[in-house]
């Protein structure tokens, strides 16, 4: 049971262009939403995170949108560049007792062509 | 630091053979993760480690077993390999008090 569902599983974009990734989850005691970044052979690394109390957050390029009343958000970013091209997952956040625990969408395959 | 450590990064084995994959972690974190990922699938918890002395199944825990050791680590152990158990395998780790999962570098695992 997919509890996060992410689309599109790849992304071709251009340089300079914006990507946009979008993720929907059904359980509402999620209480917080990082993204991922993974290049080849390398673990994945925080690149931002959101709480559902507010609706945008910026970093830099990277922007998160987050829509509570439709359990959806996104990652967009601007200008893509060639460095940007790596896999990107989203996750949700849910406390199991004391125990924190992430739920992964399938990931996106983002390549930026120059 | 060297962050979240794991070992090996490349493995083959056997269906039948056992073998347990380490992760070691310096940032003095209280939970800790073991993870599988498969194309097309994302990141699937199999055993997490909520503070030392305690651990709890995640969403694929069938087939393995997990130890954490001390604080600092938390192995995961094959008793008896499948192929369907190849897949790459990560450890993460995080701070009580703190929202982020680290991860290591991952364990590459092929059941032949």
């Known amino acids: 049971q997919q509890q996060v569902k992410q689309s599109p599983q790849s992304l071709i974009v251009q340089k300079g262009g914006i990507s946009i990734i979008n993720c929907a989850y059904e359980?509402?005691?999620?209480?917080?939403f990082p993204w991922y970044q993974q290049f080849p052979g390398k673990g994945p690394a925080l690149l931002i995170a959101?709480?559902?109390?507010?609706s945008e957050k910026k970093e830099g390029r990277f922007t998160i949108s987050f829509n509570k009343s439709a359990k959806q958000f996104s990652l967009h970013i601007m200008d893509s560049q060639p460095g940007d091209s790596a896999t990107y997952f989203c996750?949700?956040?849910?406390?199991?007792?004391?125990?924190?625990?992430?739920?992964f969408g399938t990931g996106t395959r983002l390549q930026v062509m120059l | 630091n060297a962050g979240v450590t794991q070992t090996p990064k490349f493995q083959v084995l056997k269906t039948g053979q056992s073998m347990t994959l380490q992760c070691a972690q310096d940032?003095?974190?209280?939970?800790m993760y073991w993870y599988r990922q498969d194309p097309g699938m994302g990141l699937r918890l199999i055993y997490y480690?909520?503070?030392?002395?305690?651990?709890d199944k995640g969403e694929v825990p069938n087939g393995y077993n997990v130890s954490r050791l001390n604080k600092r680590e938390f192995s995961l152990r094959l008793e008896s390999a499948a192929p369907s158990q190849t897949s790459v395998y990560f450890c993460?780790?995080?701070?009580?008090?703190?929202?982020?999962?680290?991860f290591g570098p991952g364990t590459r695992l092929t059941v032949l």
């Open positions: 993460a780790s995080r701070l009580a008090s703190g929202d982020t999962q680290y």
């Open positions: 359980n509402t005691a999620f209480d917080y």
């Open positions: 959101i709480r559902p109390d507010v």
């Open positions: 996750a949700a956040r849910a406390y199991t007792g004391t125990a924190s625990k992430l739920t």
């Open positions: 940032m003095n974190h209280n939970s």
């Open positions: 480690s909520a503070s030392e002395g305690t651990t």
